[in-house]
């Protein structure tokens, strides 16, 4: 954890590193208080990972398909759904 005077002082070193290593930083205050920096990509991902798992109805399809995937007793597709 950086404290707020070393990611001020390195702001562009650290923005630089939580955005191309896709590493969030936590930055604490005097206080004790602390807060995160990262990519919008990886806050977005973040935010749709919260939604999905959140939504009862696509987490009961992802478990149903999960479930045929396992056992192997899913759709198979022809060759025509698969365009070739």
């Known amino acids: 954890m950086l404290s707020v005077n070393q990611f001020r002082s390195n702001l562009k070193q650290y923005v630089d590193l939580a955005v191309d290593n896709h590493e969030p930083l936590q930055v604490s205050r005097k206080n004790g208080e602390a807060f995160v ?7 977005e991902r973040e935010q749709e990972t919260l939604y999905v798992l959140g939504n009862t109805s696509l987490m009961s ?6 479930k045929t995937y396992n056992t192997q007793s899913g759709h198979t597709p022809t060759t025509d759904e698969l365009g070739f």
């Open 37 to 43: 920096v990262m990519s919008l990509e990886d806050y």
């Open 61 to 66: 399809q992802i478990q149903a398909s999960l």
